[in-house]
C-alpha cells in the first residue's frame, strides 16, 4: 500500500527508534526471565530500516513446529529503493527453524511476483519471479539475498517479540487515536513525532490520516502517517 508521507522528513524522528531497541530488547530479556511466561502464538512489531519502514507480523504453531512471518516495506519517501512501487509484501515459512519458503509480492503500477521453495538440505526445489508480461529467472545470488533477509527478519521478530515491541495501528482523532481494536487511546509519541503528525495534517486538512507505531516497555515510536486504511489488512489475527 502506498505510504505517501512517510518521508525523508521523518527520518530523524523514526531513526530514533534504533537507539532504544538496545534497551527495549535488555528490558525484555530481563522481564522474560523473571516471568519465564511463554511467548504468544501470533504477534505483530515492526522497525525502521536505513530505507524502508517494516511492519511484521508473526504465527508460531508449536504442533506443526513451524513459524510464518509476514512483513510489508514501504520505503521512505524519496528513496528510489523501489521505483513506482507502493510497498512490499512477503511471506516466510519455516519449519523447525528451516526456511521452506518465501512469496514475495511488490505493489504498485506495474506489479511483480516473486516465489521461493526450499527442500530438507535448503537447495532450492522451486522458483519463479513473475512480471507484467514475462517470466524470469532467480540468480543464485539474490536467493542467497532473499535467505539471508528471512533469517534476519525471524531473528528481529524474536528479539522485538521477548522486548515486548508491540506494533499498534489506528485512526488519528484530534490528539488520539482509534485503534484498530477499537480502542480510543494517546500514545506517547516525542516531540519529533508530533511534529511531524502537525506537518501532515498541515498539508492535507481534509484528509483523514492513520498512524502506525510501536509500544514497548522502553517507550513509544511513530512509524507510519498515511492516508490509506492500515486496519484493512492484518494477517493471522485482529489487534
Known amino acids: 500500500m502506498p505510504v505517501k508521507d512517510s518521508s525523508k522528513g521523518a527520518l530523524a524522528p523514526l531513526l530514533l527508534l534504533w537507539r532504544r531497541l538496545g534497551t527495549v530488547a535488555i ?3 530481563i522481564t522474560a526471565c523473571a516471568s519465564h511466561s511463554p ?3 501470533t504477534f505483530a512489531t515492526g522497525y525502521v530500516g536505513d530505507r ?3 511492519r511484521v507480523w508473526r504465527k508460531d504453531d508449536s504442533q506443526q513446529h513451524s513459524t510464518q512471518l509476514v512483513t510489508l516495506s514501504n ?3 524519496d528513496d528510489n529503493l523501489w521505483p513506482n512501487l507502493h ?6 515459512l519455516f519449519v523447525q527453524d528451516h526456511l521452506r519458503e518465501i512469496k514475495r509480492s511488490y505493489r504498485g503500477d506495474h506489479p511483480e511476483s516473486l516465489h521461493l521453495r526450499f527442500a530438507d538440505d535448503g537447495a532450492v526445489s522451486f522458483m519463479q519471479r513473475q512480471l507484467d508480461d514475462r517470466r524470469e529467472s532467480v540468480s543464485e545470488d539474490e536467493i542467497a539475498l532473499f535467505q539471508f533477509d528471512a533469517k534476519r527478519v525471524l531473528e528481529l521478530s524474536e528479539v522485538l ?4 515491541v508491540k506494533l499498534r495501528q489506528g485512526v488519528l482523532q484530534g490528539n488520539r487515536v482509534l485503534t484498530c481494536d477499537g480502542q480510543n487511546v494517546s500514545p506517547d509519541f516525542d ?3 508530533l511534529r511531524w503528525i502537525a506537518e501532515q495534517r498541515q498539508h492535507r486538512p481534509d484528509v483523514t490520516l492513520r498512524v502506525a507505531w510501536l509500544d514497548a516497555p522502553a517507550g513509544t515510536q511513530l512509524l507510519l502517517v498515511a492516508e490509506e486504511d492500515l486496519c484493512q489488512w ?6
Request: charged share 15%; aromatic share 10%; proline share 10%.
Open 191 to 193: 516531540l519529533l513525532s
Open 161 to 164: 517479540r521477548t522486548g515486548s
Open 39 to 41: 511467548p504468544p502464538t
Open 52 to 54: 524502508a519502514v517494516v
Open 87 to 92: 510497498g512490499v509484501e512477503t511471506r516466510y
Open 75 to 77: 520505503a521512505l519517501q
Open 234 to 239: 492484518k494477517p493471522f489475527f485482529s489487534e
Open 27 to 29: 528490558a525484555g530479556l
